[in-house]
């Protein structure tokens, strides 16, 4: 499998996060591991993300918990002799904040979950809910505390758009906007449990695929 991008669409069960982490990990051939974690301002739950990549695969000592905020954004010392990159979820705004201006070194496996998955984009889906002349393309409580659709330069690991949770948040009409929208050219909308890597879905989960021309085509996992 590839020792590139990661992305997965999000999920709290073990029956749907072990599968989809367990590739990436593997990919990252038992070396050390950042996990990068942005603070909303409530501190960060850091056992979560910790025994997510150790009930995965990896060894408690490998993995490097940094902790990202408004007031403390990525250094490169962060990822520095690290053997893979893990970007966690929570505020999608705000992962685009503290990363912005920062890219993974070359070569260096990249696994991000929900708004981890989403910043990995050319272009980021950020969040919103509704167009710009108003209209709802998802429900309220799935736009990241924006109000209109807003999709921003990312990290430029994959030339296509990602939106997360799809079927559970109801996120891919969103992600159908963005692309009519020429806002990206296309995009994929993960489920839960679904993990994108090389055009291929993998995990528990399914996903949609919005192509160029705008037509949507569901795809499960291999």
């Known amino acids: 499998m590839s020792s590139g991008a990661f992305l997965i669409g999000g999920g709290r069960e073990p029956e749907q996060v072990l599968p989809a982490h367990r590739p990436f990990v593997a990919a990252c051939a038992g070396g050390p591991i950042a996990c990068l974690i942005a603070d909303e301002g409530e501190g960060v739950d850091a056992d979560r993300w910790r025994t997510t990549l150790v009930d995965a695969g990896a060894d408690d000592e490998d993995v490097r918990v940094v902790v990202l905020s408004a007031q403390r954004a990525i250094a490169d010392a962060d990822v520095d002799g690290v053997a893979g990159i893990y970007v966690a979820g929570g505020l999608t705004p705000l992962y685009l904040e503290v990363l912005a201006g920062w890219r993974p070194p070359a070569g260096v496996p990249y696994a991000g979950f929900s708004a981890g998955a989403a910043v990995a984009a050319e272009q980021a889906v950020v969040g919103g809910w509704r167009s710009a002349d108003g209209l709802p393309v998802c429900p309220e409580e799935s736009g990241e505390d924006l109000d209109v659709v807003t999709v921003r330069s990312g990290l430029g690991l994959v030339p296509f758009a990602i939106d997360v949770h799809a079927a559970q948040w109801g996120t891919l009409g969103r992600l159908v906007?963005?692309?009519?929208?020429?806002?990206?050219?296309?995009?994929?909308?993960?489920?839960?449990?679904?993990?994108?890597?090389?055009?291929?879905?993998?995990?528990?989960?399914?996903?949609?695929?919005?192509?160029?021309?705008?037509?949507?085509?569901?795809?499960?996992?291999?």
């Open 177 to 222: 906007h963005v692309v009519q929208e020429g806002l990206a050219r296309e995009g994929w909308a993960l489920d839960e449990g679904a993990l994108l890597v090389d055009g291929e879905i993998h995990g528990t989960g399914a996903a949609w695929h919005v192509g160029p021309d705008g037509r949507v085509r569901r795809v499960g996992p291999s």
